[in-house]
């Protein structure tokens, strides 16, 4: 029987277990880290929507900034809290992580800096989730702060997908098992902009031993952010930063 198909992220799937052994070989991502770095000018506060397993908020800890990382999903935020009790007590009171929805943010503090990495916008629906975001984002934004969202470049997103029993990531595991990625379903609606994906991670122990398969759901919603940003009182800081040709990151600024 096909296992359930749960959502991306989810507390009982392999999406987050596996989330910073995928991130580490993803090529998608090179170079994202030294952008954002560069964009602080100055120890600065910096707030991160979907902050995940803390990749990004906890480098930036470490180069001396304030972070708060805020995530909808618990099993990302939990491997997050797990790493920052492990770093230096300096670094970790920099350092703080909270469960929450960006698209109704109400922190009570502003920040120099937001930053929505790796396609963290693109997992809401590119209506009023974006339109809330970004209005959010605005609010918690000092006068002549800068807001960066890393988004998918839509030509990309057309490519047809590679064949399902074909895997994308394959992770040799001490002990002879493995962790392996395979693409189940994939469908772009460009009308609507929307991506549709299904997962199944597998993980094997060791060779020949039963395989856990774990089907996760993940939809991409893709628009233009610029009207959105320009609609919550933002601006254009910049052109597009290209990340390695399949995502840019948009850098917006509130005067
Ligand atoms: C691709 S991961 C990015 C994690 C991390 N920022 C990085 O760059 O490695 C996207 C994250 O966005 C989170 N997310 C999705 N929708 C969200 C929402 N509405 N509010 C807050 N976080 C959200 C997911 O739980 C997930 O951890």
């Known amino acids: 029987m ?115 990495t790796y396609f963290t916008l693109a997992h809401v629906p590119a209506g009023a989730a974006w339109k809330n975001t970004f209005r959010g984002v605005a609010k918690h934004l000092k006068p002549g702060g800068l807001a960066a969202f890393h988004l998918p470049v839509e030509e990309r997103m057309r490519e047809p997908p590679p064949p399902s029993d074909k895997p994308v990531f394959l992770h040799a595991l001490e002990g002879g098992g493995h962790v392996a990625l395979y693409i189940l379903e994939h469908g772009y609606n460009p009308k609507l902009g929307r991506m549709d994906l299904v997962l199944d991670f597998v993980t094997r122990a060791a060779p020949g031993a039963v395989a856990t398969h774990s089907h996760e759901r993940l939809t991409y919603y893709l628009a233009d952010p610029v009207p959105f940003a320009e609609a919550a009182g933002l601006q254009v800081a910049m052109a597009p930063i290209d990340i390695n040709g399949v995502g840019a990151i948009h850098v917006f600024c509130k005067l």
């Open 2 to 116: 096909a296992p359930t198909t749960r959502p991306y992220y989810s507390s009982k799937g392999l999406s987050a277990v596996h989330y910073d052994l995928l991130t580490a070989a993803d090529k998608k991502l090179s170079g994202d880290l030294e952008v954002y770095a560069g964009l602080a000018s100055g120890p600065s506060q910096i707030l991160e929507l979907g902050a995940g397993t803390g990749r990004i908020a906890l480098d930036l800890a470490g180069r001396g900034h304030s972070v708060l990382g805020l995530d909808i999903a618990p099993a990302m935020l939990d491997q997050a809290e797990t790493k920052r009790k492990a770093l230096d007590p300096e670094t970790a009171s920099r350092l703080r992580f909270k469960l929450g929805d960006m698209a109704s943010l109400a922190l009570g503090e502003t920040f120099d800096l937001v930053l929505c």
